[in-house]
């Protein structure tokens, strides 16, 4: 399984100057005044960043079916912990 | 069936018990039948610990003055209990010692996936209670097994952080397990051993491990926070600089709540295999069953806020998290009602584990339908922090857990050990059990209700004598436990060999001779049946019979 | 073999299933303290060294290179290449951990960790705080939680590529066998991930 | 007999009855399950034991059957959630023109300011046949103020205000219980709740007090130089206090907020969170330099300025005067719990 479409050496070494190059932006951006978009922004680079780092240099996408369930998993589980505590603290002020 | 009937004397065969000796032979076994009583060797010891506490509970509340201990010994003595029962016993008791032994066995697998990772979850595991125990021996802790913010972080002058530090610690032990579990059930099946010919236990230990990977390690940071605040002054949950001391409860509750679930459900699969076994029957409705631990596991976790009903939460999130608690009710309804249509025209016997399993469901049906209660939100309101709650926590982890271990305890005793227990006493053991759980705890219901709040010392008059009800009760409750531990060490030496299937029940471990070899079975074996064939078992016993 | 692997791969996942709900918590807490003291945020924040943090986070992205590397070529069975990018991995979190080192230091030195010495003034004197500076504690306290045990992490990672080093040297590892390597690489991973994230959301709240 | 061994709490409140009633449902309930499934475990025990019934006979399941114990149980415990719920709103919504008592919990004492002036711990007088509305919060660590016979509980949060109410209906002496956990003396921070004839209660108020909560609040008003900004006609730095309490106050980031006692109690606290439209985030914190007992006075001077039972806020005619009110150094009653 881990003979096919592996990836290469090349590969890595372009996901690696992605992410310096996304880092730089991310730092860039910062200075930049957005409002509240500034964390939109902040977050999504970050995202993107994740991303790459668990697709390619943890071989997510190689995973079996299994696997790839379990992580999702967990990201729905702390959406789950964020959110539902987040009902409380957001609604706390209304209709008082 | 042939090598059930193959292996009638065994004496002389090799087994896991006799396979090594000394000392040595245990301490680095990684055999996950001789962990599994590593285990419970260590979980009976701080069983007996935790109820000589609520021993102590119980005698200072027979005089409403605060007149046996002191109040601070008072205070450390139910968080002492509180502590000890619920994370050194009640969490690791079911998955630790059946779920160890008994899970790769029931789906043909010679050991766990891991088997160095359980040896060092046994090892975590004492080493956390070990802190634990410094915690007690070095003055004792008095912030309630909760721990609740700012009175854990900046007013409690006990030993916060050694007791967080060692349930942070054990909680990596439950972490192990759970991964072990979830990965030895999904990749170590025999063949043939499909999802849905899985025991029912199998279903609720890996429903329960589910919530140990998700939930501990919530607890963990939450603990080790607290002990960061008291030791470094990180400032997280403190009111003084503008921390909100409902964060606290947001972050232990996500955990603690959904532990409640890693108590019950392996002992729901525990009543699953018993109700089955001597009622000679397939469950009833086995994907209903198995399906409805999963979603307990999954709703378990979207309840976590009733705990916080008068705490101070918007009224909107009460609202959600009232009407998601009356959810999670419902699977485990539809778990009492399939194991009482099993019954329904089954051959019917009274062995031990049966008595413990019909006190298991009658007890958990009282607990479940007074968390009906507390889910309400404006009963809620009412019976919040007093003893209702008290009573119904005790009737879901005592009568329900406690009761579904020992269920559990008898009916694979002869599969560990090799030996029967003396059944008239192990009778009379669980009718002890039975009267004096409902002795002890019925009455804090009724105290609860007029309100009388938990955690106190001294209480007014009015309600001692339901307290003293209670303690009489609680000594009753007592000797129910501690008859079991003597007839168990008896029947080590002096018990009948049990034969490999003394029940004649289903299942892989019973095809095995008592207790099993080291490798479990000499053959992987394989499967081509549904879970539960009593009907197939039992017309092969009537050959032999018959002729 | 090949079962083995996987085994062992789908049990590291669930590990770092758990290391997510960890982290979890911190971010839980972040988030709610936000909302509420957004402006004490910012001003902590602000105090933040921006580009020894960029630095930092170019380092650990590097050692995530490396890893990767290290592991690609441990499944080569190359023992010798390993031996390199394992080194380096190495001394990129060592590096990592001394720039942390020094921004603690200096986080120091200005009374910004918690507790009776924690003192936080106004950036410009004589300007009335609009943010109570106990909130910024607050602040301070959740980075220290948070970097804090992301460095105790990069610490345990340092330890495990060590051990790795020392069994490859001792030629433990082949083409059939290199999954110890393999389950690291994923750690180490993991850790640069919760970094990528941490970053943000401590350093780049805004700046003027 | 059942003088010694009560066996169900008093009803004093008007949410008493309804709480009872939802509790007599659910016992009820309770009881018929339990009994069935009791009844069901006996008879099956008894019909099909071994000796009368000795080969099983196979039922693999019916889905009827599991959607049947899967609905029904779920459409009664719905009826308990609406129930349940509409109590709760109920609880948590004071009703207008509620009289209102301060509370300041503490290891492990209740300390009660009423509006009038007076001040009692440990004991609460209040008259029959009023709602009153309990605006509490801690000095320390989290305690929860219970009144088994209001069928009323709330827990009372350090750096929060938190408010229950009741409307007693039973004149007499109630226990009230700290409920929530706080520490060594937690079973002794009981005390009594009065409730009187509201003659009696009339006269208990009207004897001897030294000004009213609101009058207290108007002088820490001055002194700490809040009148500076916030007064009646400075076109200035601050909004103008007078009326506002109660009322839905604009922010600058466009959200609507109620001026309630909590919101303004933090606008003392954390003045940046919930800035007013149109006016500079320019205030100071007072976090660390005001007590709980104060903020209530300063609560309750601001919600008496709506109502007209206190005297506006006087310009400060000195511009000489730092742009910003130096808050005066704390008072030492802050520091030492012991003050009371």
């Known amino acids: 399984m881990s003979e096919h479409a592996h990836p290469t050496v090349k590969s890595f070494f372009g996901i690696w100057i992605t992410l310096l190059i996304l880092t730089a932006i991310t730092t860039a951006a910062s200075f930049l005044e957005l409002g509240p978009f500034n964390a939109v922004v902040a977050l999504f680079i970050a995202t993107c960043k994740a991303s790459l780092v668990v697709l390619f240099f943890m071989e997510a996408r190689y995973l079996p079916k299994i696997t790839k369930m379990v992580i999702v998993t967990a990201l729905f589980f702390l959406g789950l912990l964020l959110t539902l505590t987040m009902t409380d603290f957001m609604t706390r002020l209304m209709g008082r | 069936m042939a090598m059930a009937s193959a292996a009638i004397t065994q004496d002389e065969k090799p087994n896991y018990l006799n396979a090594d000796y000394g000392i040595k032979s245990w301490l680095l076994t990684t055999d996950h039948k001789r962990i599994a009583l590593l285990y419970l060797i260590s979980i009976t010891m701080f069983f007996f610990l935790g109820g000589f506490f609520a021993m102590l509970i119980r005698l200072e509340l027979l005089t409403p003055a605060g007149d046996l201990v002191t109040s601070d010994t008072y205070n450390k003595l139910f968080t002492m209990h509180g502590i000890v029962m619920v994370f050194l016993f009640l969490i690791p008791a079911v998955p630790t010692v059946l779920g160890n032994f008994l899970v790769p066995m029931m789906i043909g697998a010679k050991d766990l996936a891991f088997p160095k990772l359980n040896l060092a979850s046994w090892y975590v595991y004492i080493l956390g209670g070990c802190w634990v125990l410094y915690a007690i021996i070095t003055g004792g802790v008095d912030t309630g097994w909760t721990f609740y913010t700012p009175y854990s972080t900046t007013f409690s002058n006990t030993n916060v952080v050694a007791a967080a530090v060692g349930i942070f610690i054990a909680g990596f032990s439950s972490i192990f397990t759970g991964i072990n579990f979830i990965v030895t059930i999904h990749r170590m099946r025999a063949p043939g051993l499909t999802w849905r010919r899985l025991p029912l236990f199998i279903w609720s230990n890996y429903a329960t491990s589910v919530i140990m990977v998700l939930g501990t390690p919530v607890l963990a940071i939450t603990l080790l926070l607290v002990a960061a605040e008291r030791l470094f002054h990180l400032g997280i949950f403190n009111a003084q600089l503008g921390g909100d001391p409902l964060l606290f409860q947001h972050l232990f509750w996500f955990y603690s709540h959904p532990a409640v679930y890693i108590m019950i459900l392996p002992g729901m699969g525990v009543i699953s295999e018993v109700v089955t076994c001597f009622s000679r029957k397939r469950v009833f409705g086995y994907d209903f069953v198995a399906l409805a631990s999963i979603c307990i596991a999954v709703l378990g976790f979207l309840v976590w806020a009733h705990h916080m009903f008068v705490a101070g939460i918007s009224v909107y999130a009460a609202m959600v998290f009232s009407l998601l608690t009356f959810f999670v009710a419902i699977p485990s309804a539809v778990k009492v009602f399939n194991w009482i249509a099993t019954m329904y025209q089954g051959s019917i016997s009274f062995e031990t584990p049966m008595l413990y399993a019909f006190g298991f469901i009658g007890l958990f049906t009282m607990g479940g339908m007074t968390g009906l209660f507390l889910g309400s939100l404006g009963i809620d309101v009412h019976v919040h922090d007093t003893y209702f709650v008290v009573a119904h926590f005790h009737y879901v982890m005592v009568g329900g857990m406690v009761m579904a271990y020992m269920c559990g305890l008898h009916f694979w005793w002869p599969k560990i050990t090799g030996k029967m227990y003396p059944e008239g006493w192990a009778k009379l053991s669980a009718l002890l059990t039975f009267v004096g759980f409902n002795l002890t705890f019925f009455p804090q219901f009724i105290l609860g209700y007029m309100g009388m709040p938990r955690r106190y010392h001294a209480y007014p008059p009015e309600f001692q004598v339901l307290n003293v009800l209670s303690t009489a009760g609680a000594s009753v409750l007592a000797v129910g436990y501690v008859l079991p531990m003597i007839y168990f060490v008896w029947s080590l030496r002096y018990g009948q060999d049990a034969g490999p299937n003394p029940w004649r029940a289903a299942g892989l471990e019973w095809m095995t001779s008592s207790p099993p070899p080291t490798s479990n079975f000499e053959t992987t074996p394989v499967v081509t049946w549904e879970a539960y064939n009593y009907d197939e078992i039992d017309k092969q016993q009537e050959v032999p019979v018959a002729s | 073999m090949e079962q083995q692997k996987e085994t062992a791969t789908l049990g590291m996942w669930l590990f770092l299933v758990t290391e997510v709900m960890f982290f979890g918590g911190m971010f839980c807490a972040y988030l709610i303290y936000r909302m509420d003291y957004y402006t004490a945020w910012v001003a902590g924040s602000e105090r933040m060294n921006i580009y020894l943090g960029t630095t930092n986070t170019a380092v650990l992205i590097c050692s995530s290179l490396t890893m990767v590397l290290a592991v690609h070529f441990a499944k080569l069975g190359n023992r010798k290449a390993t031996a390199i990018f394992l080194v380096l991995t190495i001394l990129l979190g060592l590096g990592f951990l001394g720039i942390k080192g020094v921004e603690y230091h200096e986080h120091w030195v200005h009374h910004e960790f918690p507790g009776p010495n924690f003192h936080f003034d106004a950036p410009k004197p004589g300007a009335a705080l609009q943010y109570s500076p106990k909130n910024v504690e607050i602040f301070f306290s959740l980075y220290f939680a948070m970097t804090g045990l992301h460095a105790i992490h990069m610490i345990i990672g340092v330890g495990l590529l060590t051990w790795l080093l020392v069994r490859n040297a001792r030629g433990d590892f082949s083409a059939y066998y290199n999954s110890p390597i393999e389950m690291t690489g994923l750690y180490w991973h993991f850790v640069d991930v919760v970094w990528i994230y941490l970053f943000p959301l401590l350093y780049l709240i805004r700046h003027k | ?340």
């Not at chain 4, 108020?205 to 001055?222: I, N, P, R, V």
């Not at chain 4, 009148?227 to 600058?252: A, E, M, W, Y």
């Not at chain 4, 003392?268 to 006016?279: R, T």
Request: aromatic content about 12%; proline content about 7%.
């Open chain 4, 1 to 340: 007999m059942w003088s010694n061994l009560p066996l169900f709490p008093a009803r004093a409140s008007t949410l008493a009855g309804h709480v009872d009633a939802l509790y007599f449902l659910l016992v009820a309930v309770t009881a018929f399950f339990t009994i069935l499934i009791a009844a069901l475990i006996l008879i099956f025990a008894i019909r099909f034991r071994k000796t009368k019934h000795p080969v099983a006979r196979q039922i693999h399941g019916s889905n009827a059957l599991e959607l049947t114990w899967t609905i029904i149980p779920l459409g009664i415990s719905m009826i308990f959630f609406v129930w349940g719920a509409a109590i709760y709103f109920t609880e948590t919504r004071p009703p207008k023109d509620s009289m209102e008592v301060y509370v300041v919990a503490k290891q492990w004492m209740w300390k009660f300011e009423h509006t009038e002036g007076q001040r009692e711990i440990d004991e609460l007088h209040v008259p029959e046949g009023r709602d009153v509305r309990l605006i509490m919060t801690s000095q320390d660590v989290i305690h929860s103020f219970f009144v088994p016979a209001f069928r009323v509980k709330a827990d009372v949060l350090p750096g929060r205000y938190t408010s229950t109410w009741f409307h007693a209906t039973k004149t007499g002496r109630y226990h009230l219980f700290c409920s929530q956990y706080c520490g060594t003396g937690h079973s002794s921070m009981v005390g009594t709740v009065v409730v009187m004839s509201p003659a009696a209660y009339q006269r208990w108020a009207s004897s001897g007090t030294d000004g009213s909560l609101a009058s207290t609040g108007e002088k820490y008003f001055q002194q700490y130089g809040c009148s500076t900004c916030h007064s009646s006609n400075t076109q200035g730095r601050g909004p103008n206090l007078v009326g506002i309490f109660g009322k839905p106050v604009l922010l600058d980031d466009g959200r609507r907020v109620i001026a309630d006692e909590s919101y303004i109690r933090e606008s003392i606290l954390n003045p940046e969170v919930k800035v007013v439209s149109g006016f500079k985030p320019i205030m100071p914190t007072f976090q660390g330099q005001i007590n709980e007992e104060g903020l209530v006075a300063l609560v309750a001077y601001i919600k008496a300025l709506g109502n007209g039972m206190a005297n506006p806020p006087m310009p400060v005619n000195n511009p000489e005067k730092a742009p910003y009110p130096v808050p005066p150094k704390p008072e030492a009653s802050q520091a030492t719990p012991s003050a009371k």
